[in-house]
C-alpha cells in the first residue's frame, strides 16, 4: 500500500513540476519600444529600456529633453548644479507611465523641470524640483496636470 502512495506521489510531483515550467514559459513578459507591455504582467521582474540625456539650460525652455516613449531608465549627464532635464509634457504620456530618472554624479544636483503647463509634485506649473547628487528619482504620471515624483533612498556599497 505504501509503494502505491509513493508512487501517486511521485506522479502528482511530476505533474506539478511540468505544470510549473509550463507556467513559467507563458509568463514571459516583452516590453516594445513604444513601451506596451505583454504576456503575463504578474512577474516580479521587468526589463525596462533606457535612454540618456544630457542636462542643458538654466530653465525649463533650455534643459535636456526626456522623450517620450524612448525609455522608462533615463542616464542623466553633465549635472552641474544648476542644468536640469525636462520630463515629457503629461498630455502625452498614460497615466502611470514611469520614468527613472538617474543623476549619478556624486557631487552635482539636477534640476528636473515638468513639461510646460505641468508640475511635479505640489510644486507649482513649469516649476523645477531640485533631486541630490547620486540618486534615482521616480516619476509617475498622475493625471493630466501632475508628476508624482519619488527620491529613492541609495545604498552605499
Known amino acids: 500500500m505504501a509503494s502505491t502512495a509513493k508512487l501517486t506521489l511521485k ?15 507563458d509568463s514571459i513578459v516583452t516590453l516594445t519600444d513604444t513601451q506596451t507591455i505583454s504576456g503575463n ?3 516580479n521582474a521587468l526589463i525596462l529600456g533606457t535612454q540618456s540625456v544630457a542636462a542643458a539650460g ?13 525609455g ?32 549619478n554624479l556624486s557631487n552635482k544636483t539636477l534640476e528636473i523641470y515638468p513639461g510646460s503647463g505641468d508640475a511635479i509634485n505640489v510644486s507649482s506649473d513649469d516649476t523645477a524640483i531640485t533631486v ?26
Open 72 to 103: 522608462a531608465v533615463v542616464i542623466v549627464s553633465a549635472a552641474d548644479n544648476t542644468k536640469g532635464v525636462i520630463l515629457p509634457l503629461l498630455s502625452d504620456c498614460t497615466v502611470g507611465e514611469v520614468y527613472f530618472v538617474m543623476n
Open 132 to 157: 541630490a547628487a547620486d540618486t534615482i528619482t521616480m516619476f509617475v504620471c498622475m493625471d493630466s496636470a501632475e508628476w508624482f515624483g519619488a527620491e529613492l533612498p541609495v545604498v552605499a556599497a
Open 11 to 25: 506522479s502528482k510531483l511530476r505533474e506539478s513540476h511540468a505544470n510549473y515550467f509550463d507556467n513559467m514559459c
Open 41 to 43: 504582467t504578474t512577474q
Open 58 to 70: 538654466s530653465n525649463q525652455g533650455s534643459a535636456g529633453q526626456i522623450t517620450q516613449g524612448s
